[in-house]
């Protein structure tokens, strides 16, 4: 049945790919009254992430950037199909390094380095990275999915934008491996993902809440003494990013414990409370509080 839908799914998704960008943002448009008004999407997540992490806003403010929040998110789901067929030079049209220049100067003194980010903006073409002169091999982690179709789609489709996909699991063996090999790489990691009640271990204040998070890209860090650069993408106009590399640690061996994911977090909050509308909010982020531990 799995492969019946996608066998079905695929050939849908590359003519959408396809639509010139004026008729494939109306299309994106068409799918947010369907999702929102129609399916209502998540809508009970999203509306309990917004009222805990802004309390003071009202209801009309609120109900304000939830329905900006779903535009942004059809385009965002929609801009990865569009990876399907879109040209290199569209894609480095639409999303665009400022300071490329920064990860080429890390590139001559770590022997790797790590990307965080966070689901904000585009976190989809941020890979595009790679159609930039640099030298290391690029690495992105991500989570496998159930349906194997759909996982090899997902794969694809980001692998049209130069990088290499490991899931989360093979994250760490070839990190281990690649650095034993000396080979130089640069692994991106969305790095606000929530973690199994089970695992958690480490808490930091996320947009005024006490939150449990990954610790790894980190540990990696200071284990590998790999630079770690946080990946500031901002959404300049509809189907536009630009991307700014911030560095959170040159020598990561050299900053307190915990020091590197607070200052992730951080940067991360900064960016949610100026815009909003562009972080994942239909993400359970806060499913687990403090006082349940």
């Known amino acids: 049945m799995r492969k019946f839908v996608f066998y079905i799914a695929y050939p849908l998704l590359w003519l959408v790919s396809k639509l010139p960008f004026p008729l494939f943002y109306l299309f994106s448009d068409f799918i947010y009254v369907v999702v929102y008004y129609l399916i209502g999407y998540r809508k009970k997540v999203v509306r309990g992430n917004l ?17 900006a929040f779903y535009h942004h998110m059809c385009d965002m789901f929609l801009e990865m199909i569009k990876t399907l067929s879109i040209s290199k030079k569209q894609l480095k049209e639409r999303f665009v390094y400022k300071n ?11 022997a790797g380095i790590i990307i965080m980010c966070g689901h904000y ?42 990088a290499t996909l490991i899931s989360s699991r093979e994250a760490i063996p070839t990190m281990l491996r690649n650095k034993r090999d000396a080979i130089s790489s640069t692994y991106y990691m969305i790095s606000d993902q929530s ?37 500031k993408v901002e959404k300049v106009k509809r189907g536009f990013y630009e991307a700014t590399l911030l560095p959170l640690a040159e020598n990561p061996k050299e900053t ?16 949610i ?20 531990f």
């Open 51 to 67: 009222e805990l992490c802004f309390p003071h806003k009202s209801t009309e403010e609120l109900k304000k950037i939830e329905k």
């Open 121 to 162: 903006a585009s976190y989809e073409w941020a890979t595009a990275i790679n159609f930039y002169k640099t030298k290391n091999k690029g690495y992105a982690i991500y989570k496998k999915i159930k349906n194997q179709y759909f996982n090899k789609l997902i794969k694809d489709i980001r692998a049209n934008l130069g």
């Open 195 to 231: 973690p199994k009640k089970n695992t958690v271990k480490n808490w930091t204040n996320f947009m005024g809440t006490e939150t449990p998070v990954f610790n790894g890209s980190e540990a990696m860090a200071k284990k590998l003494d790999f630079a770690v650069l946080y990946l």
């Open 256 to 271: 307190e414990d915990f020091e590197i994911t607070t200052s992730f977090f951080n940067e991360l909050e900064k960016q």
């Open 100 to 110: 490329i220049e920064e990860l080429q100067r890390l590139e001559e003194q770590s």
């Open 273 to 292: 409370r100026n815009q909003p509308e562009f972080y994942l909010w239909t993400h359970k982020r806060w499913k687990h509080q403090k006082k349940d």
